[in-house]
Structures are given as structure tokens and as C-alpha cells.
């Protein structure tokens, strides 16, 4: 109970300007309390009107009242400034530079809660509350706190708008309906907002169906990404495989050649070695003939020399030196080129398998593809919402449907100067960019129409050969024209052989896949052309009316 008398002192004591204990307190006319400060420089805001006004009632004051300090709550906001409570609230409440400031609140302002679209001011909670408990107020139409509250005002007349031009497609007041907008097709804000928010739950429902496709592609890219991963480790391991087992053979064979040589160098050293051990012993034996022969030599008895001669003269058979060097020494020359030549082959083997097998890799379709659609209800999943940029059209070309629709008219139209202007050819892009998978279709009435995609870059001035769709390399164009339809590529034409010409022709571009398809759209859905190719660039939509003079009108569809 206490905790509750305590806030009631607050209140009771704060000025409901600055929302702090009250400083000199004064009381106006109608009753109320301010600090002196306060309500002085509230009134010093209305001077130039000569008449003023309670910030809390609105009661106007004529002329302004002397201000006289209340001294008994002057004496009660002292005793409780005593009691230690202030009535200031905590710095988060007060408005930073990027939040909407209380109107209401002099000196340092709080945060706005609320902003009135009658009053055409915002208010914090404890003047919000003051607004709303007086009767006058409590139809206002409040809304979020917004800095913009004076767009809502009439230039020309200070009114709030609350009226919409369909006709010039702008906001006005009541005075100017009746004014410069009289006659044209007006309405409320309110019915207007009405029209446009069906639309946008329209558009809405279009983005969160482009959403859910976009997701489901997202999903369907990441499958693509793990088929991707599990195909190159597959690729890895299976090629370290063959390579290990070609690496060991290769082993295997270069043990065996070498188990061969081995056994080779064995048996040649074995036999050299026996004809060593001959060699030397039968040295053997000639150094101790030879040393017989030296002792006959010095024997004195000629009798006894004649007699040992005969038997020790003789040279007693011997390996014939000419036996010796009939083997060549064995050098294994013969096998290491042999191994040389199989290095060389399959060196010159691998070089070339290396480079078709690099190509294999470059050229390797591991992506899931994605099937495409195949009925309309299978297209219309991936519709786009078009509409033309105004910023490209030429200027004998007269928007309208909310820019979707394109008219060729006899006059030229003021349309401010822009780079992005085609000057001579009667076309104009669309204003979104289109990536992914997106489908439209493009209603046209009158003797012809060119529907096309192009890149941003496509070139905005000069002649048909040089702008035109379809007549350079940065667009695409199925130009259809006296029941005569033909497919446009940088200058090159393909003959379509289409009866009879459809007036609602539909369009699927597959960005990462290259395709852009053209289907005629009636009863049925028939495949017009097909192309194929590769994107590097977002696509715009594009429409070009060729025939002149004849008003021909084509326009991209609201696909539900």
C-alpha cells in the first residue's frame, strides 16, 4: 500500500511536459500544473498564432495568462524531493537519434510509443495516455511510432491526406479531389489501402511460393553438393586403388628383374671363381716346375742334367689362355635398357592417359539434374512477378497496368532523360533481374510482338541492328509477326513454325541449366523453341513492339 501512495505522489507531482517533479510550479487557466519553464516555452512555440493552448486538454488560452508560481506545490514537491524520490525516469526511456521523440516532452525527450495520424504528432506513454483519456481524441487513429508523419500532410493545402488519386496515382487531401484532381478517379486511402492490400497478399503469396521453390532448389543444390563430394571421393579412392595396384605391380616386377640379375650375377661368379681356382692352381704348378728347372740348372753333374732334362723341359698341359678370354665379362648392360625402354613406354603412356583422363575429370557430370516441368501447373511453380523498369522504356512507349503493360503510341512521351533508355528501338527491360529457375507468360494484341530476355549491359542507343533484341550477343528474342515467328540470336534468325500464333506466349528460363524455352498458351501447352546455352549474367525480361503505327499492346500476366 505504501509502494502505491508513493507512485501516486509521482504522478501527482510530475509536470506532464518534461515528466520530471515539478520545477516552479504554475497552474493555467484550465487547472493544470506545468513546471514555469515548460509551459513558457510551449507557449513561446504558438506566439505567432496569438492563441494557446494546454498541452494536456488542448483548451485554447487568449490572451497569454501571467504566470504566478504555485507556492503550495511548490512546498510539496520540496517535501518530497526530502523524501528522497524523484520522478525522472531511467536514461533508456529518453529518445536516441535514431529513435521517434515524444512531441509533447520539452527539454530532453522521451521515446515516443504511439503516433497519431489526426494530430499528426507522437507521444510517449504518459502523454499517449493524457491523448487518449480526453474524448475528443480517443478516435485518432494511432499507429507505431514513425518520424515521417508529415508526408501524411497536403503540401498545397495542409490537409492530411486521406484521399487517393487512381488516375495520378498519388495521395491527396479532400481540397485537392475537388481542386486540381477533380474529375479524376478518386477514392479513399482507406478503400485504396483495401485494393492494394489484396494485392499484396497476392505478391505475398507469390514470394512465399518463390520461396518455397527457392528453398526446395537450395535443398535440391545441396544434394547436388554432397552427390558431388561422394562421386570425387569415390573417384579418389578408387583411383588410388588402381594406381596402388599398378604401383605394386610395378614392384612386383621390378623384385623379380631383380631376383633374375641376382640370380644371374650368382651363377657368373660362381663360374668365373672355378676358373680362377684352376688358373691358380695350375700357376702353382708352373712356379714349381719352373723351380725344378732352375736347381737342373745349376746341377754340375752333365750326366745327371741330361738325364732330369727330359723329363722336367716339358711343359706339362695347361688351360689354353685363349680358352680364358673366350667368355665376355657380363655387364647385365642388356637389361637395365630393356627396363629403360619399359620406363620410357609407360612414361610416354601415362603422359598421354594423364591429359584424357584431366579432360574426364574437367568434363565430369556428377549434378543431379532436375527434372523439368512438364504440365503448366508444373511452370506456374516457379512464376515470377514482372513488371517493366520505366527507367528503359522508349519513349513511344506508354506503361500502364502498374507497369506491366506496354502500348506503342504515335506520340512521344516526356519521359525524363535516363542512361538506361532505349532511344530508337520501341522496347523496354523488365525491372527484376531473373537467376534460377522463373517462368512468365506475356499476353499481346495487334500485328506483332517481340518477347525477349537480355543482359543489363545490352546496349541503349543507336539502331535495330544494334539495340535490338535478339540482334546482338547479350539477348535472346522469339519475334512474332504476321503469323510469321522466328527465334533471334546475335543476328542470327530461325525460322519457328508455329499456326496459328498464340497471343499468350510463355517463357521458362532455367538460368544454371542454360535453357530458355517459349511455349504457346492456350487450350494447351505447346513447346514453341528451345534453346540452349550458357548464362553468365542475371536476365531481364524484356518487350519490343515493332509495328508502326498500330497501338500494339503486350503485357506480362499476373500469374496466380
Known amino acids: 500500500m505504501a509502494q502505491k501512495g508513493v507512485q501516486l505522489d509521482r504522478e501527482t507531482f510530475s509536470c506532464p511536459v518534461c515528466l520530471d517533479l515539478l520545477k516552479d510550479p504554475v497552474t493555467i487557466p484550465c487547472g493544470h500544473n506545468y513546471c514555469m519553464n515548460c509551459i513558457k516555452s510551449h507557449w513561446d512555440n504558438e506566439d505567432e498564432k496569438g492563441t494557446y493552448s494546454c498541452p494536456q486538454c488542448r483548451e485554447t488560452i487568449k490572451p497569454r495568462p501571467i504566470l504566478v508560481k504555485n507556492t503550495m506545490l511548490a512546498v510539496l514537491v520540496e517535501e518530497l524531493k526530502k523524501s528522497g524520490l524523484q520522478a525522472a525516469p531511467p536514461d533508456h526511456f529518453y529518445a536516441g537519434p535514431e529513435d521517434v521523440a515524444c512531441d509533447v516532452c520539452t527539454g530532453r525527450k522521451l521515446k515516443a510509443c504511439r503516433s497519431c495520424l489526426v494530430c499528426l504528432a507522437s507521444y510517449c506513454e504518459k502523454h499517449l495516455q493524457l491523448h487518449s483519456d480526453l474524448d475528443p481524441f480517443k478516435k485518432h487513429k494511432l499507429v507505431e511510432p514513425s518520424k515521417k508523419l508529415q508526408e501524411n500532410v497536403c503540401s498545397r493545402h495542409d490537409e492530411v491526406m486521406k484521399m487517393f488519386c487512381r488516375t495520378d496515382q498519388q495521395s491527396i487531401c479532400y481540397l485537392c479531389s475537388v481542386d486540381e484532381h477533380k474529375g479524376h478517379n478518386t477514392v479513399s486511402a482507406a478503400a485504396e489501402r483495401s485494393e492494394r492490400q489484396k494485392e499484396l497478399e497476392v505478391s505475398r503469396q507469390s514470394f512465399q511460393q518463390r520461396i518455397k521453390d527457392r528453398e526446395k532448389y537450395v535443398k535440391q543444390l545441396q544434394q547436388e553438393v554432397e552427390a558431388i563430394n561422394r562421386s570425387a571421393d569415390e573417384a579418389v579412392e578408387d583411383s588410388e586403388k588402381t594406381f596402388t595396384e599398378l604401383i605394386n605391380l610395378i614392384e612386383k616386377r621390378s623384385s623379380k628383374v631383380k631376383q633374375q640379375v641376382r640370380s644371374q650375377q650368382g651363377m657368373e661368379v660362381i663360374r668365373v671363381k672355378k676358373l680362377q681356382e684352376t688358373v691358380e692352381q695350375e700357376i702353382t704348378e708352373l712356379k714349381r716346375k719352373d723351380a725344378e728347372l732352375e736347381k737342373l740348372s745349376r746341377t754340375e753333374d752333365h750326366t745327371q742334367f741330361l738325364h732330369n732334362y727330359t723329363s722336367l723341359s716339358r711343359p706339362s698341359e695347361s688351360t689354353n689362355s685363349s680358352s680364358i678370354n673366350a667368355h665376355p665379362v657380363k655387364d647385365f648392360k642388356d637389361i637395365l635398357a630393356a627396363v629403360s625402354e619399359v620406363r620410357d613406354k609407360l612414361q610416354a603412356l601415362l603422359s598421354e592417359k594423364r591429359t584424357n583422363i584431366s579432360q574426364k575429370v574437367t568434363k565430369a557430370d556428377v549434378l543431379v539434374s532436375l527434372p523439368e516441368p512438364q504440365t503448366r501447373a508444373e511452370f506456374l511453380k516457379y512464376a515470377c512477378d514482372i513488371t517493366l523498369d520505366p527507367n528503359t522504356a522508349n519513349v513511344q512507349l506508354l506503361l500502364s497496368e ?151 499492346t503486350a503485357q506480362f500476366c499476373q500469374l496466380k
Open 402 to 552: 502498374g507497369n506491366r503493360r506496354a502500348t506503342l503510341t504515335k506520340q512521344r512521351l516526356s519521359y525524363p532523360s535516363h542512361q538506361d533508355r532505349f532511344t530508337d528501338c520501341w522496347q523496354a527491360l523488365s525491372r527484376e533481374g531473373l537467376t534460377g529457375r522463373c517462368y512468365w507468360e506475356v499476353t499481346w494484341r495487334g500485328r506483332g510482338v517481340c518477347v525477349a530476355v537480355a543482359y543489363k549491359n545490352i546496349s541503349r542507343t543507336g539502331s535495330w541492328n544494334k539495340c535490338g533484341f535478339g540482334q546482338n550477343d547479350t539477348s535472346w528474342a522469339l519475334d512474332c509477326y504476321n503469323n510469321n515467328t522466328n527465334f533471334w540470336y546475335n543476328k542470327v534468325k530461325t525460322p519457328v513454325s508455329v499456326y496459328p500464333l498464340c497471343s499468350r506466349i510463355g517463357v521458362y528460363l532455367d538460368h544454371s541449366a542454360g535453357v530458355l524455352s517459349f511455349y504457346g498458351i492456350s487450350s494447351t501447352m505447346t513447346l514453341i523453341h528451345r534453346f540452349q546455352t550458357t548464362f553468365n549474367q542475371p536476365l531481364y525480361a524484356g518487350l519490343w513492339l515493332n509495328n508502326w503505327p498500330s497501338d500494339d
